[in-house]
């Protein structure tokens, strides 16, 4: 089966750092775009960043840009998620998506698999 899961998540102070991983099992990793999406109380899922296949082409919500990165290692099956300068507006549990095609990057539908998601918390 194919498996996704998240790590790194935690409470934090505002202004901090934290790095999320995804460990992706079960599945060609090479032959999907990764991406992460985050899920605040009352909100609906929200994209925040994509990377290629082959992590040369990136993509991030405005909101995060200059702030978060997002990377791969197709050698270790992992995208990890640097963020810096966190904000209390940050605060969701955050979820690893794996998409092998699609146009509609920024929509969660488009998505094949997900992982259980970790929390991140910041606080102000």
């Known amino acids: 089966q194919v498996q996704l899961l998240e790590s790194g998540g935690g409470l934090v102070q505002a202004g901090g750092s934290l790095r999320l991983s995804c460990a992706a099992s079960?599945?060609?990793?090479?032959?999907?775009?990764m991406a992460w999406f985050r899920q605040g109380p009352g909100k609906r899922r929200e994209f925040v960043s994509r990377?290629?296949?082959?992590?040369?082409?990136?993509y991030y919500t405005n909101a995060v840009k200059g702030r978060f990165t997002i990377s791969r290692d197709n050698a270790k099956n992992t995208v990890d998620l640097q963020m810096n300068s966190l904000k209390p507006e940050d605060t969701a549990v955050y979820y690893c998506?794996?998409?092998?095609?699609?146009?509609?990057?920024?929509?969660?539908?488009?998505?094949?698999?997900w992982g259980q998601g970790t929390q991140v918390t910041v606080s102000s």
């Open positions: 990377i290629s296949k082959s992590g040369g082409i990136t």
């Open positions: 079960g599945l060609t990793f090479s032959s999907y775009a």
């Open positions: 998506a794996a998409d092998r095609s699609g146009s509609s990057y920024y929509e969660a539908g488009e998505y094949d698999y």
